[in-house]
């Protein structure tokens, strides 16, 4: 069983932060996705996306503010200084692909969803859809992708993110920030 996760055979795979555990599954699963990519010769480009101007969007920039204080080794867009959002988005997007020749971007994003969901990180294969939730015509990014559920979506969605709390905001952050840091300093 536990070689089907590793594997990532399933479409998506889901942890509650409420689970200390979580942290190190999210870690197995990053080191899965990441592999292949290092030992071919890809840079690892983690991508956070959010501002720092909405409690709920600012999952994104406070991770990447957190792999930058833990000293990651790799290539972290979007941090609480220099945030990735919507209006410079495709611009960062092009600036990864002319500085990476063939980059593994690994998308971190906030979202809404269902109320049994919210404290719950997802973690794919594939790009994240930025700004689905606030109807925004982004452009979709990643090779893989890292989703915090924040809070529930369906009605009023921008007043939903500003009233998120913090408190599952930060504990979600540090969780996935943990996670990615020890998934990539233990690849050779």
Same mark, same amino acid.
């Given at each position: ?17 409420? #689970? &200390? ?5 999210? !870690?197995?699963?990053? %080191? ?6 290092? /030992?071919? =010769? ?59 020749? #063939? &980059? ?5 994003? !906030?979202?809404?969803? %269902? ?6 990180? /997802?973690? =794919? ?64």
């Amino acid at each position: 069983m536990l070689e089907n996760i590793i594997k990532l055979k399933k479409p998506e795979l889901k942890f509650s932060v409420h #689970n &200390p555990q979580s942290m190190y599954d999210i !870690a197995v699963h990053v %080191r899965s996705l990441v592999t292949d990519a290092k /030992s071919s =010769g890809q840079d690892v480009v983690v991508l956070c996306i959010g501002t720092d101007r909405s409690t709920g969007d600012s999952l994104g920039p406070l991770i990447g503010s957190k792999l930058h204080a833990l000293s990651l080794n790799s290539h972290v867009y979007g941090t609480l200084d220099d945030p990735v959002h919507a209006t410079n988005l495709a611009d960062k997007i092009n600036h990864i692909q002319l500085n990476y020749p #063939n &980059p593994f971007i690994i998308a971190i994003d !906030a979202c809404l969803g %269902r109320l049994e969901n919210v404290g719950c990180v /997802s973690l =794919g294969r594939g790009p994240v859809k930025p700004g689905a939730a606030v109807n925004k015509d982004l452009p979709a990014v990643g090779d893989a992708y890292i989703t915090g559920i924040v809070n529930v979506g369906g009605f009023m969605e921008h007043l939903v993110l500003q009233s998120t709390r913090l408190n599952l905001v930060m504990k979600m952050a540090d969780t996935i920030a943990h996670g990615i840091s020890f998934a990539l300093r233990t690849i050779h």
